[in-house]
């Protein structure tokens, strides 16, 4: 059954690297707009099921289908076009390009998407400006703290304006000020532009920034407002 109105539904992914499973029959909606916190004990399948979810990752079984495509079907050529227009991501440590300054890693994105370098650079020095981190722009990732790193990442996320963006703990490297900023910088950002969000999270205060919370246990999506699916 696919919720009505979903944006990204999967339907009973199985996933192993070895004789435990990592997802074991995990199923997920999104509708667009979302944002939705995945927590969950280590280990249970926090980060398989997005990495399932965007098309980095294949299940062995089960389905991924996104805007009436089935992501599972795809080639990986079509799923890296894909992720390129409408998915955004950020990770535990922002992984910005050492070599370029925060301004050129926000226009990446974009600059790979095609967009001229002067419009894309422009678009970057807005999402630094929404982000709070627009005096960055010249600054190259070394000469950045924690919690500035987290707020590029966030900016370079939402700059192709995707529909979905992917947050694998965004804030695990942070204290727990500089992560509440970075979790109310990003899910603002994401209700303004309406862009759903699946963040996995150990936050304890999620609830302040989801709409709605799921708990992966065991490679199976337990929805609280749900019961088990
Ligand atoms: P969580 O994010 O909840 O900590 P993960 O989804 O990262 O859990 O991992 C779930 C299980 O799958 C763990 O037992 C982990 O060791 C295993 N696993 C995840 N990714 C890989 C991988 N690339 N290679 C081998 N084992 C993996």
Redesign the pocket.
Known sequence: MTPAGSLLVAEGLYKA??P?P?LDGADFSLHPGEVVAVM??????????PHCLAGITTPDAGTVRYAGHTLTAMTDTQRSALRRTDFGFVFQFGQLVPELTALENVALPLRLNGTPRKKAEHQAHTWLEHLDVHTTATQRPDELSGGQTQRIAVARALATQPKVIFADEPTGALDSLNGERVLTLLTDAARTTHTAVIL?THEPRTAAYSDREII?RDGRVKDTSAGWV
Request: charged share 5%.
């Open positions: 690297y070895g435990t990592a969950g004990p280590s280990g249970s399948g926090k980060s398989t099921l996995v992966v």
